[in-house]
């Protein structure tokens, strides 16, 4: 450890296709990729949309 300091542990979001088909794994992929990236030893922290897709977005009741 340099400097006698423990490593910062990174976390990671996995990004989520909110429907514009420009960026992120597909909705049904999530838990796939999610799953694959912390069995690789990543902190997955969870999942987001590219931001302002979700913009006035309703939560789901």
Not at 4 to 22: L, Q
């Amino acid at each position: 450890m340099p400097f006698g300091r423990p490593r910062a542990r990174s976390r990671w979001c996995i990004e989520v296709n909110s429907g514009y088909h420009r960026t992120g794994v597909l909705p049904a992929g999530a838990v796939v990729v999610g799953k694959t990236a912390a069995e690789a030893g990543l902190d997955v922290a969870g999942v987001f949309p590219f931001p302002g897709h979700a913009t006035g977005a309703k939560p789901a009741p």
